[in-house]
C-alpha cells in the first residue's frame, strides 16, 4: 500500500502543536492539496478564509490581520502589501511553514516545483520574501528526508540550491531564541534536531 505522506506530516505537525492553530491550518492546506490535485491558490485562500471566518485560533498577528482585511471586503493581495506596512514591512514569521509542510508529501508534484509553491503559499499571507523562503527550506529538507536521503545529505541539497543559497545563509546568522522570524525558528529548531542525544 503506497504511504501517505501528507497524513503521516501532519501527524508530526499534530504531536510538536501545542495549541493547535497550526495543525489546523496543515490539515486545511492538505485537504486544498487532495481536493485540487496539487496547489491551487485561490481555492486555499478561500478554505483560510472560511476557517478565518468561522472558529479560526492561534492563527498569528499576520494571518489575523490580513483576513480580517479580507473578510471586510479588502482585495487578497492588497490586504498582505497593506498588513506588510503595518507591520513596519516586517511580515517575516514562521506561520506559512508550519502551515505547509504537507507540500512535501504531496508527491504528485515533482520536487523541483516545491520552491516556487512554497513562496506563493507563503504570500497569501505573509509579504516578505524571507517567510516564503525559510518555508521553501523546510519543505525542500522533508521532501528529500522522505525520498529516502539522509538528514546531512537534505541539508547539502538545500544550502547548494542556486534559488535558496541567499536563504540558507541567513539561516546560519539566525540566533536561537523565540522571537517567531522564520529563520531563528528555523535555525533553533536544527540546533535541537543536530544536538539532541536521546
Not at 59 to 77: C, E, H, L, R, W
Not at 86 to 96: I, L, V
Not at 98 to 103: D, I, K, N, V
Amino acid at each position: 500500500m503506497k504511504k501517505d505522506y501528507c497524513t503521516l506530516l501532519l501527524e508530526g505537525i499534530k504531536e510538536g502543536d501545542q495549541i493547535g492553530g497550526p495543525y489546523q491550518l496543515a490539515k486545511i492546506f492538505s485537504k486544498s492539496l487532495k481536493s485540487n490535485n496539487g496547489f491551487n491558490e485561490d481555492d486555499l485562500r478561500r478554505r483560510y478564509l472560511d476557517w478565518w471566518a468561522s472558529d479560526a485560533f492561534d492563527t498569528g498577528p499576520t494571518y489575523a490581520s490580513v483576513f480580517n482585511k479580507i473578510q471586510k471586503g479588502m482585495d487578497a493581495k492588497l490586504a498582505v502589501k497593506k498588513v506588510h506596512e503595518e507591520f513596519g514591512f516586517n511580515t517575516s514569521g514562521c506561520g506559512p511553514v508550519h502551515r505547509a509542510t504537507p507540500l512535501a508529501g504531496k508527491f504528485t508534484i515533482p520536487t523541483n516545483q516545491l520552491i516556487s509553491i512554497a513562496r506563493k503559499e507563503a504570500k497569501i499571507t505573509h509579504f516578505d520574501e524571507d517567510a516564503g523562503n525559510g518555508s521553501a527550506i523546510v519543505i525542500m529538507i522533508c521532501r528529500y528526508l522522505l525520498e529516502g536521503r539522509s538528514f546531512k545529505d537534505a541539508e547539502n541539497l538545500v544550502s547548494n540550491n542556486e534559488n535558496l543559497k541567499e536563504s540558507w545563509i541567513k539561516l546560519q546568522n539566525a540566533k536561537l531564541q523565540p522571537d517567531g522570524y522564520i529563520f531563528n525558528v528555523i535555525h533553533s529548531a536544527l540546533y535541537f534536531i543536530t544536538e539532541n542525544k536521546s
